[in-house]
């Protein structure tokens, strides 16, 4: 029998239909539906509590669907390219440092026409701030974390200390740079390390220049104020920690990406770690039962890490009013509340309490973070969620990294750091 | 004796002239699209200000001209210059020696050259992540060796003086295999003739090694000092995973300079100038490199 045999015609004709099919479901949208996509960091459980939210929504909106993406590679390289192609995602989850400069450039929707107005109520002034701009709302923060400290129960045991539980009780510099010199004797290697996470999260170490009274950016969020004798003072503290080897040169604000700062803890180097709450999983598989918490250290002033995500709604949406109502519908108090249960977060409305979210383990923990959320400064908030923040802080990463080295003294750091950091707001 | 079948040529006049483009078409549509375009956008952009891809305003020359004043610019420019000058000759020289090496025979000599070359296979961003663990001044197995040696820890990621060295270390460790394997073909094809001749005549190895077989290799040494230091001017993945460019400025090198400009700094005409100086310096070396090539041929 004949086989039978496929010529040039028929594989061009298969080929034609599978490269329309193709670019078909790359535009994910059919012309009756109204398609949205929403993009998030790859975070397994969250994917899915986003699709899950989305799905509800849907079901309450007959005509439409959403589908849930990972962000990909580095943040801003991965979005720029997609806004130039028009192609970025309907809604972004996006953290409040980076927001900034599209907020300012016009690549975010004003989300102020879709968000029930009894909304900024549930929120505190600091985190409202994220997305409010004078011309509108560009972003909805929707679940936060920020820094505690994280302790070794038998190093404190051992060097006869009972850390504080709450805010008002708080280690003061002075106390914690003495308990952190008993600390290190008795690990034998370090005191405490930093939740630094590669030269992109060296912002997280500017709320020690809030605790001492100074600013990284002046009131109007834009002028340079690190020459001030409060931000020097901070420069000092922090050179201090390596210079009296109290943290590990390997726990820096540029190098040693990854969890430096788990690792160290893990391994019984330092008896402290002032870090966020996605340390908990690490140290309850590590050394479950071993640790303990207490507030983040303070000075003349309280101050912790702005951590956490905001939705926005991106330019390049063809619905950006469904979007919009979607990231209102995401915010609600229920799902905010779904979405923190979850996935482990903090969340945004000061209204949650961590007994409303129910937490599967570590209700206290998480309670102190959500009480130390209460001291992020509204100055700092609006510092990292400025325009030129995402330059400003490579030049912060930069020069701390020099002054925590000991190439620069704190003084000449400021200087450096102030000259660098005018030549980016002059632009 | 049957004839081999013949190519039908196209006859016509139309045919013979259409020919050669349909062959080149394809080849000089994806140069076009992926290459030339992205280049002329690239120079057309580094005339202007920027700061998302799309819209900018001309402003001349002014982007050059701020290289001159940029301290980053001129640190980062001295990094890649003292990284390729660390690099090159060093995984040239391990790999020429290890080819030597594996041209003789030797048990095992197929894994040993595998394995040599494993680590050119290795993608960059999961290199820099092992090496970080093992370099990691408190807790790498690097220090833990070098401990249970009865010898001190080494800063090697943590000093600025150590972290280029240690940067050289493991970019070296991955280029070996590749220089070897060129080195392998190349010393394969020394005439064994000249080689005994030369024994007879009472050469000794090290004799017969550099009289003969280095400058038969010239070529190709050639060839490969100019893909090498290509390759060095484009490291990113590995330095960026490994250093994020510190400590301080310490790694800080111009291709990573590039990127940061282009998007955490939000200026991409800037960053299309500072990318322009880079393609200068890499089309020096590529024309470099085809000399090279065109003596390599003289020399066959």
Known sequence: MRRPTVGRRQILAVAGITMAGALAACNGESTDTQHLRLSSWN?????????????????????????????????????????????????IRITPQQLGRYAANGSLVDLTGSVPEDYRDDWSEPFWAIGQRENGLYGIFQHTDNFITYYDKQVMEQIGVQPPTRLEDAWRWDEFLEIAQEVKAATGHYAFSYGWSGSETAYRWMPLIYQNGGAFLGEDGLTPSMDTAEAIGALEFGRSWYTEGLVSPSNMSKSGGGHVDFDLFNTGQVGMALTNPEAIASFDEARPGEWGVAPMIRNTGEASDLGGNTLAVTKSSKHPELAAELVAYMTSRENIQTFCHDGNWIPSRSSLAAEDIGYADHEDVMQLFIDQGTTIPLSMVKAQSGEYFSSLNAVFADYLDLCLLGELTPRETSEQMMEAMLSVTSR | MSRPAETPVPTGRRGRRLTPYVFLGPAALLFLTFSLVPIVIAIALSFQDTQTLGEGQWVGTQNFEELGSDRLFRTALLNTVVFAVGTVPTSMAIGLALATALNRPLPGRGLFRALFFVPMVAAGVVVGVVMSWIFNTDYGVANNALEILGLGRIPWLTSPSMAMLTLILVVVWTRVGFCMVIYLGALQSVPAEIVEAASIDGAGPWARFRRITLPMLAPTTSILLILNVVFSLQAFDIIYVLTGGGPGFSTTVLIQYVFRSAFQDGQMGYAAALGLVLVAILLLFTLLRQRASKKAESFL
Do not use: C, M
């Open chain 1, 43 to 91: 975070i397994p459980p969250d994917l899915v509590s986003y699709q899950k939210i989305a799905d509800a929504f849907v079901a309450d909106h007959p005509g439409t669907s959403v589908s849930v993406e990972v962000t990909t590679g580095q943040f801003h390289q991965w979005f720029i390219t997609r806004l130039a192609a028009n192609l970025a995602p309907d809604i």
